[in-house]
């Protein structure tokens, strides 16, 4: 058997892959040796967590370090909160505002909106933004996604549409073409995103179907932006699913989450900007950890990332490889990038340093 026809017949298992999902204590003893302390976490946990089979297998057995390892199995460090806001979710997606919108519905720009259609995840991520709704489930929305299609159809303004949950690639195929017809029949709607860990942690989510409902020359394009954290998770099958949605008229980016112990060295943090380039994702984003409460020990200082793409990847790598360091805010997603190379200026001219310390001089030309 070819490799081809192998990763085909790969593909048909996602939904085997749901019905096995990892969530309990002795499906992850399957994948895993657990030390004493995450077995007295995990049975005293009452969040939900878990991941499928699939991403389960790339967690080192015996380190409990392992990157994929941490972003999985909950932590007693979960507990502790310093740093994060009660209420994020409500604060960060402006759920508390005059705007009588459903909850399905999240803004921070006039143009663009998010629509939320599931709480289910193939990751429940124990970094996640959207952790009080997910995986605490300390806050309950009503997920009609009919009230918020017609709320979309009723607002003229909103160009870009980002298809979100949980993770929106689990509903049915069905649904998924529905939601996308939908879109496409409102005239003012100019793009369709997703936001996806599919790609990442259930790459057999690619099927034939599914591409059929995603792929195709359109007026109203589709775009993809997934999560990837490590370069560990840039296995053979993520590559062959993302050449897929290519192969199909889908571009997928990549929302890096800067994340303590896990990604925020120089080595990694490089390897996993190249291997991403080399999986065929276009690196996007690094999201500073955001505000969400019980995810402190997942937070470095503010200006790591911007350090990390000035010493790792710039001048050490292609351009292609470097995405924005950004913190998401109610107001928005805000840069966090300094200018680390005008080391100087005067009326004649600006000095500059690249990243072997090397200076140069460009003409400061007036307005």
Same mark, same amino acid.
């Given at each position: 058997?070819?490799?081809?026809?192998?990763?085909?017949?790969?593909?048909?298992?996602?939904?085997?892959?749901?019905?096995?999902?990892?969530?309990?204590?002795?499906?992850? =003893?399957?994948?895993?040796?657990?030390?004493?302390?995450?077995?007295? &976490?995990?049975?005293?946990?009452?969040?939900?967590?878990?991941?499928?089979?699939?991403?389960?297998?790339?967690?080192?057995?015996?380190?409990?370090?392992?990157?994929?390892?941490?972003?999985?199995?909950?932590?007693?460090?979960?507990?502790?909160?310093?740093?994060?806001?009660?209420?994020?979710?409500?604060?960060?997606?402006?759920?508390?505002?005059?705007?009588?919108?459903?909850?399905?519905?999240?803004?921070?720009?006039?143009?663009?909106?998010?629509?939320?259609?599931?709480?289910?995840?193939?990751?429940?991520?124990?970094?996640?933004?959207? %952790?009080?709704?997910?995986?605490?489930?300390?806050?309950?929305?009503?997920?009609?996604?009919?009230?918020?299609?017609?709320?979309?159809?009723?607002?003229?303004?909103?160009?870009?549409?980002?298809?979100?949950?949980?993770?929106?690639?689990?509903?049915?195929?069905?649904?998924?073409?529905?939601?996308?017809?939908?879109?496409? =029949?409102?005239?003012?709607?100019?793009?369709?995103?997703?936001?996806?860990?599919?790609?990442?942690?259930?790459?057999?989510?690619?099927?034939?179907?599914? %591409?059929?409902?995603?792929?195709?020359?359109?007026?109203?394009?589709?775009?993809?932006?997934?999560?990837? +954290?490590?370069?560990?998770?840039?296995?053979?099958?993520?590559?062959?699913?993302?050449?897929?949605?290519?192969?199909?008229?889908?571009?997928?980016?990549?929302?890096? &989450?800067?994340?303590?112990?896990? +990604?925020?060295?120089?080595?990694?943090?490089?390897?996993?900007?190249?291997?991403?380039? %080399?999986?065929?994702?276009?690196?996007?984003?690094?999201?500073?950890?955001?505000?969400?409460?019980?995810?402190?020990?997942?937070?470095?200082?503010?200006?790591?990332?911007?350090?990390?793409?000035?010493?790792?990847?710039?001048?050490?790598?292609?351009?292609?490889?470097?995405?924005?360091?950004?913190?998401?805010?109610?107001?928005?997603?805000?840069?966090?990038?300094?200018?680390?190379?005008?080391?100087? %200026?005067?009326?004649?001219?600006?000095?500059?340093? +690249?990243?072997?310390?090397?200076?140069?001089?460009?003409?400061?030309?007036?307005?």
């Amino acid at each position: 058997m070819s490799a081809k026809d192998s990763l085909a017949e790969i593909k048909e298992e996602w939904q085997t892959q749901l019905i096995d999902f990892v969530n309990t204590t002795e499906k992850l =003893e399957e994948y895993i040796n657990l030390t004493d302390e995450e077995r007295s &976490v995990l049975q005293a946990n009452k969040t939900t967590w878990g991941t499928t089979p699939y991403f389960a297998s790339l967690m080192d057995p015996d380190n409990p370090n392992c990157p994929i390892r941490k972003q999985v199995v909950p932590s007693r460090q979960e507990q502790e909160n310093t740093y994060g806001m009660d209420n994020y979710l409500v604060w960060k997606e402006n759920r508390d505002n005059d705007e009588n919108r459903p909850d399905t519905i999240a803004r921070q720009y006039k143009d663009r909106v998010a629509f939320t259609v599931t709480q289910n995840c193939g990751i429940y991520c124990r970094h996640c933004f959207r %952790k009080e709704l997910v995986v605490d489930g300390n806050l309950e929305l009503d997920f009609n996604v009919e009230e918020g299609l017609y709320w979309i159809s009723q607002h003229p303004e909103v160009r870009d549409v980002l298809i979100t949950g949980g993770d929106p690639l689990l509903l049915p195929d069905e649904h998924i073409a529905y939601l996308i017809e939908r879109l496409r =029949e409102m005239s003012h709607i100019e793009m369709i995103r997703f936001g996806s860990r599919v790609p990442i942690v259930l790459p057999q989510r690619i099927t034939e179907n599914l %591409k059929k409902i995603l792929g195709g020359y359109h007026n109203v394009p589709i775009w993809l932006n997934t999560q990837c +954290n490590h370069p560990k998770e840039l296995t053979h099958e993520v590559a062959w699913a993302v050449f897929e949605l290519m192969s199909c008229g889908v571009n997928v980016g990549n929302q890096a &989450v800067l994340l303590k112990g896990i +990604n925020d060295d120089v080595e990694t943090f490089r390897e996993l900007h190249q291997k991403l380039l %080399k999986t065929r994702i276009r690196p996007y984003y690094v999201f500073y950890c955001e505000a969400a409460p019980g995810i402190d020990h997942f937070r470095t200082p503010v200006e790591k990332g911007a350090e990390l793409i000035r010493d790792a990847l710039r001048g050490h790598t292609t351009g292609l490889a470097q995405p924005m360091h950004v913190v998401a805010t109610n107001i928005g997603k805000i840069p966090l990038m300094p200018d680390y190379y005008i080391t100087e %200026k005067d009326e004649k001219e600006y000095t500059l340093r +690249n990243h072997k310390d090397e200076m140069t001089k460009i003409p400061n030309v007036p307005e």
